[in-house]
């Protein structure tokens, strides 16, 4: 059974469309929830870590929250550059590694 | 400062062929983790080493995978007689400690012929 699952796998935005991605996750206790943005080529790059529910971090553009049971990642008039795979990933208490998703491939066109 | 690098940034091998793919860390970050992330899938954890404890191996898909990490710095992740299943984007990562955000190195892109 998958841990960390991401919805939707694609989303094509215009520049100045505000949208969400979601992150759900199962985990028996969470010890965080890491998003990373990916670009072709490259290794992930990190951007949010959140510990507990009802948690909130912001950078830019982008705003991730998080509940119980899932995380979203608000992006707020998003621009081309933002076009990029968005990985979500849980750590386990007891584990030392962390359980991606598969990802959002989000394009923003101009 | 220098973030975590990895060589070679390609490969490509014919079958039965060993490989080894090095990880240089960012320095002062003790802990470090390997993953592979094959086309359209997600990251998959392979091995995390911890200062000088014994790494967790849990996550290498069989014997044919070994790690080492010398000196608490520089690792390097062997596969012996490669298989065309192992193609993949082999990804290093390192953190100040084990439940510290992760920071990745561009990956080697691994190709079994």
């Known amino acids: 059974e998958d841990q960390v699952t991401q919805s939707p796998e694609a989303l094509r935005l215009q520049e100045g469309e505000s949208s969400s991605l979601n992150c759900s996750y199962t985990?028996?206790?969470?010890?965080?929830l890491f998003w990373y943005r990916q670009d072709p080529g490259k290794g992930p790059e990190f951007l949010f870590t959140?510990?507990?529910a009802g948690e909130e971090k912001e950078k830019e553009r982008l705003k991730a929250t998080l509940t119980k049971k899932e995380s979203f990642l608000h992006i707020t008039a998003p621009k081309p550059e933002d076009s990029a795979t968005y990985l979500c990933a849980v750590q386990e208490v007891g584990n030392n590694d962390m359980r991606f998703g598969a990802g959002t491939r989000l394009t923003v066109k101009p | 400062g220098a973030g975590v690098s990895q060589s070679p940034s390609n490969k490509v091998t014919e079958k039965g062929k060993d490989v080894e793919l090095r990880c240089d860390p960012i320095?002062?970050?003790?802990?470090l983790y390997w993953y592979r992330q094959s086309l359209g899938q997600g990251l998959e954890f392979l091995i995390y080493f911890q200062g000088n404890s014994a790494p967790d191996k849990s996550g290498l898909p069989s014997d044919r995978f070994s790690a080492e990490r010398t000196g608490g710095s520089v690792s390097t992740l062997t596969i012996q007689r490669t298989q065309q299943e192992d193609s993949a984007v082999y990804l290093c990562?390192?953190?100040?400690?084990?439940?510290?955000?992760?920071?990745f190195g561009d990956g080697t892109r691994l190709s079994i012929l």
């Open positions: 959140l510990y507990s």
């Open positions: 990562a390192s953190s100040r400690s084990e439940n510290q955000p992760q920071h």
């Open positions: 320095s002062g970050h003790t802990a």
């Open positions: 985990v028996s206790g969470l010890r965080g």
